[in-house]
């Protein structure tokens, strides 16, 4: 089971250069995604609108972004799973860059495959 936490879309601004990236209408300059995936990045991704604002600035859902991702990749959906917490609204518990606006600490992630046939 791979479980994402992450900003929530509630908090996950972005700038119109980094929706940009994702639609693959712009590149990187230091490291471009190579033409066989940027269709791929463009079909995961996903963003919102947040209102009430004419300033208002798209929001990543990175969950349902990263989610599309690793189904793409061949992961099953009942192996992936979004506890549905942001990293940023939750200061007790994560730290957030974006949440506590660059003073933040650190927490590790862990990651680990198990092969199912063996007991």
Known sequence: ????????PCCYEV???VQQLF????QFVDMPM????????????????KQGSEQARPHLDLW???RNQLLMAGLLP??????????SCEKARFFSHRGEYGKT???PSILALRNMDKK
């Not at 089971?1 to 929530?8: C, G, I, K, Y």
Request: aromatic share 8%.
């Open 78 to 87: 009942e192996h992936v799973e979004s506890p549905g917490i942001c990293t």
């Open 64 to 66: 349902e972004t990263n």
């Open 1 to 8: 089971m791979l479980v994402l936490a992450h900003p929530s």
């Open 34 to 49: 190579d033409e066989k995936y940027r269709n791929l990045e463009r079909e995961s991704a996903v963003f919102i609108s």
């Open 15 to 17: 700038s119109d250069e």
């Open 105 to 107: 600490g650190r927490f």
């Open 23 to 26: 639609y693959g209408r712009q």
